[in-house]
């Protein structure tokens, strides 16, 4: 697969991890790829930080962005799914790191009629603090050194940052979305047309990825593991206020139930009128 590849980072006022994750961009190997930072309506200094890393991703660079009116994933990142130019979409959140494969190994395991669901390792805040504080270009560490931060408790779990060629085992739950997340994810444009989206109801931390991935396999597109292959180094953040949760649940539920393919709020509900995007590649269609 050659086509241009979609990456879009999710962000909400935390410019100390984005910066990190763009870093971690700017060096990917495979160079076929534009960055869209997906703001869930943060405030002028994440703008300033995105215009400050245009040169150096060396990729093209969109700022999407909405007011801020709570926690609102899927709707902006249906935002920036409508900006985006790629033919393949992967989704990253703006804590998490990648090494400078991360890119090229999406694109080796892209196959048309299947998703890919990527892994990610937690590191602890002490850790984070470090990485951050100190410009630490942890994504570059060899298997070796994240033994020792396993064993000292800097890391959940060491599988993430492994790697193995699964081979056909890849394609051993074709039907499973439990346990998936749009923290790595990739999905092909076409597919994400198809069922229009996120759906902006689930409002609130908490299953807006789960409803992507279920709507998916009820439109016939199938999963695909990508573990042990495109694992994430996910930053220490506070827990997200989960009070719509359950209410979220139960919506997913009733969709999971059902036969429900696309969004009831998705891309296709977007405001046409409003202003979606400032870089490169914005308004040049």
């Known amino acids: 697969m050659s086509a241009l590849i979609s990456v879009i980072v999710t ?11 763009l870093r971690s961009l700017a060096s990917q190997e495979d160079r076929g790829f534009e960055v869209l930072v997906a703001d869930d309506g943060s405030g002028p200094a994440t703008a300033a930080l995105v215009e400050r890393c245009k040169t150096a991703l060396g990729v093209p660079l969109t700022h999407v962005r909405h007011e801020h009116q709570g926690f609102r994933a899927g709707e902006i990142r249906n935002r920036a799914i409508r900006a985006s130019y790629g033919e393949y979409v992967v989704f990253l959140d703006g804590d998490c790191l990648v090494r400078s494969d991360f890119v090229g190994v999406h694109r080796g395991l892209a196959e048309r009629g299947w998703f890919v669901t990527g892994n990610r390792a937690l590191l602890s805040k002490a850790l984070t603090e470090a990485v951050l504080v100190r410009q630490l270009e942890c994504e570059r560490w060899r298997t070796t ?13 060491l599988a993430p940052v492994l790697r193995l060629p699964l081979g056909a085992l890849r394609k051993m739950r074709p039907q499973a979305w439990q346990g998936a997340r749009s923290c790595n994810l990739a999905v092909w444009r076409s597919d994400l047309d198809r069922v229009d989206g996120f759906d902006a109801n689930f409002s609130g931390w908490g299953k807006e990825d789960s409803d ?3 709507r998916l396999l009820h439109a016939g597109v199938r999963r695909k593991d990508g573990a042990y292959a495109t694992g994430v180094l996910h930053l220490w953040h506070p827990d997200a206020d989960r009070s719509r949760l359950s209410d979220n649940e139960r919506r997913l539920e009733g969709v999971a139930q059902s036969l429900r393919v696309r969004a009831e709020r998705g891309i296709s509900s977007l405001d046409r009128d409003e202003p979606v995007a400032t870089g490169d590649m914005a308004g040049v269609r």
Do not use: H, I, K, P
């Open 11 to 21: 962000t909400y006022n935390r410019e100390d991890a984005l910066a990190a994750v």
């Open 145 to 157: 050194t994240w033994l020792g931060q396993r064993l000292s408790g800097a890391l959940n779990r």
């Open 212 to 214: 992507l991935l279920v």
